[in-house]
């Protein structure tokens, strides 16, 4: 396994950028990430009299317009897939009412579709403090970026009082980050989040390639026969993305990773540890991954901090019970937020993989081929946040058959 992959751009920073970007009025942003998210996110923000808008599958999309739509007043259904109306929203939609929105549920109380009814502004007045939310930090990050950057639009700003554990505390301060890029003033004190109120500057922002979608080349470098190493261009030592501990983690699991002058990084293959434990709060998006080469590689981990995989595009926590036991592997849970992956005989020998509508299990088992032929379900998922994912693939020497479902 050798050679230069491609990953995109982030997709969290493309969504990001496209709201702030949308609130300040103006400026350019270059290198925006060719997902399905990012794409739909565009074209919903061009469509400003849609009486309806489909968030589709797109968690950051459902989430972020449920706020900017609300605190610009519009008025129009939103809605998606038959899952996202099934993944829980109650938390924002109940902080978006209190800065004076009017948001209805069309289906069951708590989740899409909703009503937007337009919004009762605050009356601004000199000398004000805060205006002031309680939120709970433990179900998703998503919301408390969502209330951070309609934040400056407010005449008082906001202050964020979060509760409970705090999971993927890096997508909060990526927001913060962006936010201030485009002129907002943003204080992180812990417990509590401070925005003021002050108009976004239109402002040019270039996008980083995503860490999340590099943890899939780091699977192979480790998967890989010896002495595998990789080039991926686009990522810098100095991110903003939480995923980015990918790089701490794949060390246990035997990837070196060398940071190269030009915005790139260089992965080699070396030597993992037996066992190591993993909490995964602020990069739960890398869980499927590590559980994946953890267990081929017969490397035990007790991870953490894996509770909002269960709101995901699926149960990821049933899918890699299921997927993972197909080739000898196990996740178990052990009580109180531990689980425990490992596999006593790890074995690659033409499963099928199903992918439960979900980009992450297609891209993090499929690195699984340099062991052994298999079948990915429905590899058109990977859409939502690696397009070029197969083709990419392609690119450094895998093999595929389109037909009836490619093979890896």
């Known amino acids: 396994m050798r050679g230069t992959a491609q990953v995109p751009a982030s997709k969290s920073e493309s969504n990001r950028a496209l709201i702030i970007q949308a609130l300040a009025g103006g400026g350019t942003l270059s290198n925006l990430s060719d997902a399905n998210d990012t794409q739909l996110m565009q074209r919903l923000l061009r469509e400003p009299a849609a009486s309806v808008v489909d968030a589709e599958d797109a968690g950051t999309v459902m989430r972020f317009l ?30 978006l009412r209190q800065l004076g929105a009017r948001i209805e549920y069309t289906g069951q109380e708590g989740y899409p579709p909703l009503r937007l009814l337009g919004r009762t ?9 805060f205006t002031e939310l309680t939120v709970r930090g433990d179900i998703s990050s998503q919301y408390i970026s969502a ?46 989040l401070e925005v003021r109120p002050q108009a976004y500057q239109p402002t040019d922002y270039t996008v980083e390639g995503d860490w999340s979608a590099a943890s899939y080349w780091y699977a192979m470098v480790a998967l890989g026969p010896a002495g595998s190493h990789l080039t991926l261009p686009t990522l810098r030592r100095y991110s903003w993305q939480g995923d980015q501990a990918i790089v701490g983690i794949m060390e246990k699991l035997g ?23 993993q909490d995964f709060t602020d990069c739960p998006d890398l869980a499927q991954t590590v559980a994946v080469v953890a267990a081929a590689l017969g490397v035990e981990v007790e991870m953490t901090g894996l509770e909002s995989l269960r709101i995901k595009e699926t149960d990821r926590i049933a899918a890699l019970q299921i997927e993972l036991a197909k080739f000898g592997g196990y996740l178990t849970d052990e009580g ?23 980009h992450r299990m297609a891209m993090a088992f499929a690195p699984l081929a ?23 693939l392609e690119k450094v020497g895998f093999v595929t058959d389109p037909t009836p479902a490619p093979v890896y």
């Open 66 to 95: 449920t706020a900017y739509l609300a605190m610009t007043g519009r008025q129009a259904t939103l809605t998606g897939t038959a899952r996202m109306q099934e993944r829980p929203i109650q938390v924002l939609v109940e902080a």
């Open 121 to 129: 502004p605050e009356s601004a007045t000199e000398d004000s403090d």
């Open 147 to 192: 209330l951070l950057m309609i934040g400056p639009m407010l005449p008082h700003g906001l202050r964020i009082w979060l509760t409970g554990k705090v999971g993927s505390r890096p997508y909060i301060r990526m927001t913060q980050a962006l936010m201030q890029h485009f002129g907002a003033q943003c204080r992180d004190l812990g417990e509590v």
């Open 255 to 277: 990837v070196r990773t060398e940071f190269l002058a030009d915005e790139a990084v260089r992965l080699t293959q070396t030597n993992s540890v037996s066992r190591f434990a």
């Open 336 to 358: 109180s937020g531990r689980f425990r992956v490992g596999a006593p005989d790890f074995q690659v020998a033409g499963q099928q993989v199903a992918t439960y509508h979900d």
């Open 370 to 392: 340099l062991r052994g032929a298999l079948t990915v379900e429905a590899p058109q998922v990977v859409r939502k946040s690696y397009p070029q994912f197969w083709k990419e």
